[in-house]
T-cell receptor, first 115, second 110 residues
Framework: GAVVSQHPSRVICKSGTSVKIECRSL??????MFWYRQFPKQSLMLMAT?????????EQGVEKDKFLINHASLTLSTLTVTSAHPEDSSFYIC???????????FGPGTRLTVL | SQQGEEDPQALSIQEGENATMNCSYK?????LQWYRQNSGRGLVHLIL?????REKHSGRLRVTLDTSKKSSSLLITASRAADTASYFC??????????FGTGTRLLVSP
């Protein structure tokens, strides 16, 4: 089956530092990946759509300079939270769209805690 | 907000009972999907129903879709303790962008 991995699974950082989260499709190519954030006991909110070889498309209200997205290859997208603050603490989940199937495959998520 | 709504927000039942969750959405859709999420984990895709379908089955899962009412329901029959999780509906309005519902937290007690 299609597998999407995320690294790291958990990260704790100090306020003001930057954190990079990787999302990889392990056994298929993904021209499009999506980044979501989820606060405790809440739903997933789409942050941005990551397209291989082009700039990401951000949802309304998401700061593109704070959440940098790079889709370097057909199997890797990265989300960098720049100058992280405690309010950025959240669960970040990526998903990858396999073109041959009308289905998104989700990564296991990354728990970010900013102290 | 385009986010869909689900009800109930929380549901507590005994093993063996059926669990029904409802989802309402706001815009036209290509398809509607249901996902399951165990606490603090990623999402598991359960079932997809296309906009021209009215009902779909997968094992103990039954999904209905009423596009005229912009609503869907997920029925889990003969529930098990292992079904305890949060369940989300998600609508695909095009370009594979998913809009998630608010979720239902299901607790199945032995």
């Amino acid at each position: 089956g299609a597998v999407v991995s995320q690294h790291p699974s958990r990260v704790i950082c100090k306020s003001g530092t930057s954190v990079k989260i990787e999302c990889r499709s392990l056994d298929f190519q993904a021209t499009t990946m999506f980044w979501y954030r989820q606060f405790p006991k809440q739903s997933l909110m789409l942050m941005a759509t990551s397209n291989e070889g082009s700039k990401a498309t951000y949802e309304q209200g998401v700061e593109k300079d704070k959440f940098l997205i790079n889709h370097a290859s057909l199997t890797l997208s990265t989300l960098t939270v720049t100058s992280a603050h405690p309010e950025d603490s959240s669960f970040y989940i990526c998903s990858a769209n396999r073109v041959t199937h009308n289905e998104q495959f989700f990564g296991p998520g990354t728990r970010l805690t900013v102290l | 907000s385009q986010q869909g709504e689900e009800d109930p927000q929380a549901l507590s039942i005994q093993e063996g009972e059926n669990a029904t969750m409802n989802c309402s959405y706001k815009t036209s859709i290509n398809n509607l999907q249901w996902y399951r999420q165990n606490s603090g984990r990623g999402l598991v895709h359960l079932i997809l129903i296309r906009s021209n379908e009215r009902e779909k089955h997968s094992g103990r899962l039954r999904v209905t879709l009423d596009t005229s009412k912009k609503s869907s329901s997920l029925l889990i029959t003969a529930s098990r303790a292992a079904d305890t999780a949060s369940y989300f509906c998600a609508t695909d309005t095009g370009f594979q962008k998913l809009v998630f519902g608010t979720g239902t937290r299901l607790l199945v007690s032995p």
